[in-house]
């Protein structure tokens, strides 16, 4: 899978979004937004994907239609040409201080 590099660029400074980008038939997330999404839906699979841009792998969480579905009903949502933006309650992005602990945790289990 080619990481967007829209993606990568959202995900730089991402603190409080959910970004899902249609890749290959399926929605994705990558970086804080697959952080936070983990956090909603934790049976949702993680993986690491590596970036054309840089080598460094980056999380990314494919996103099922009907968790899709249910992200639409429950929260704040903004349809572009390039990309979904989901607004996640604070309870979530609160959490992006975490994100390298949760990244670490990726890589043991």
């Not at 697959?34 to 990314?60: D, F, G, N, Q």
């Not at 572009?80 to 990726?106: F, G, H, N």
């Amino acid at each position: 899978m080619e990481i967007p590099e829209l993606a990568i660029d959202k995900e730089c400074e991402n603190l409080y979004h959910i970004y899902l980008f249609y890749i290959e038939e399926k929605w994705w997330c990558f970086g804080h937004s697959a952080h936070y999404l983990s956090m909603i839906y934790p049976k949702l699979e993680t993986v690491e994907a590596k970036s054309k841009v840089s080598a460094e792998s980056i999380p990314c969480v494919c996103v099922p239609d009907s968790y899709l579905l249910n992200l639409f009903d429950c929260y704040d949502t903004l349809v572009s040409d390039t990309c979904i933006q989901v607004s996640p309650p604070p309870a979530v992005y609160c959490y992006w201080k975490e994100y390298d602990m949760w990244r670490e945790q990726l890589t043991v289990d």
